[in-house]
């Protein structure tokens, strides 16, 4: 009876390693580890481009379907930027809508808040729908800095995406080669924790959401996914603590590939996941 037992217990125990082998093998929800870095990167898009065309249009230069309501001098600037027929895309073709710029501004830098919520593209609202606060400088002739806070960014819902999110940083170099067209400047993401890129502590801090972005470039002709650059995002999920390195490659097909991670995304490694700027 004895060896009976120890044979029941010792198969119960043989069953619950295989399940637990079982679903270790199961894919986790890409969705909610690559949603950090869609935000991060769909605000970003929207940023340089309504940025670099208000500065030229409050600058009087030609600026493509950009009006400005309420000139520099006269306390709170306004410019309204048309997207649709004859303008140039932001994210890519049947874009339509009016985005708001306000703020104040002199040729030396400006301070802007902009709201996407009246655009779309193929008839979907963006992700991000605004950006409550940023920073726009002049570097020289052909370029601009632009900084903004993750508490600043604003997706889909009203709120707030820092929820759950450390508080961090981003900046965008704009190189604006030159003309004040919007659709052939290269751009230049970085910011967030930069200690996740090199990897040192691979532990979530109090359950927070942590994202590193190093030197994702937008070419022209492409503003579906970066074509260089990396990026680690580490988040508490539901299966627990997780980890992603995310690198960016020259095919403008709106994907980003998994480099490398940690639990539970290990089943991710050498994937594909697309970046959706666009709500569903």
């Not at 889909?156 to 604006?176: C, E, F, P, R």
């Not at 988040?235 to 097909?253: E, I, K, Y």
Request: with cysteine; aromatic share 6%.
């Amino acid at each position: 009876m004895a060896l009976d037992r120890s044979r029941t217990q010792l198969g119960s125990r043989w069953s619950l390693l295989l399940l637990a082998g079982a679903v270790g093998c199961v894919k986790p929800d890409a969705a909610e580890i690559v949603r950090p870095l869609e935000t991060t990167l769909g605000a970003a898009v929207p940023a340089a481009y309504l940025a670099a065309v208000s500065m030229a249009a409050l600058d009087g230069r030609s600026s493509p379907c950009a009006r400005v309501v309420t000139p520099a001098g006269s306390g709170t600037i306004r410019v309204d930027v048309s997207l649709g027929p004859g303008c140039p895309p932001m994210f890519g073709a049947d874009e339509h809508g009016t985005v708001v710029v306000t703020g104040t501004w002199t040729p030396q830098g400006a301070t802007f808040l902009m709201d996407f919520t009246d655009v779309t593209s193929g008839g979907r609202p963006m992700v991000v729908v605004g950006i409550a606060t940023m920073t726009v400088v002049p570097r020289d002739a052909t370029h601009l800095v632009i900084a903004f806070g993750e508490e600043d960014v604003r997706v889909g819902t009203g709120t707030a995406t820092s929820a759950g999110v450390k508080q961090v940083a981003w900046v965008v170099n704009v190189d604006t080669a030159g003309t004040d067209d919007p659709s052939d400047d290269t751009l230049a993401i970085s910011g967030g924790d930069q200690v996740l890129l090199a990897a040192v502590d691979p532990t979530p801090q109090g359950g927070l959401t942590q994202v590193a972005v190093g030197n994702a470039v937008f070419k022209p002709g492409c503003r579906r996914n970066p074509s260089s650059g990396m990026a680690v995002v580490q988040r508490a999920s539901t299966s627990g603590g997780g980890w992603v390195l995310f690198g960016f490659h020259a095919a403008c097909d709106g994907t980003t590939d998994v480099f490398a991670a940690l639990a539970p995304y290990e089943p991710l490694i050498s994937d594909s996941l697309p970046l959706a700027f666009l709500q569903k």
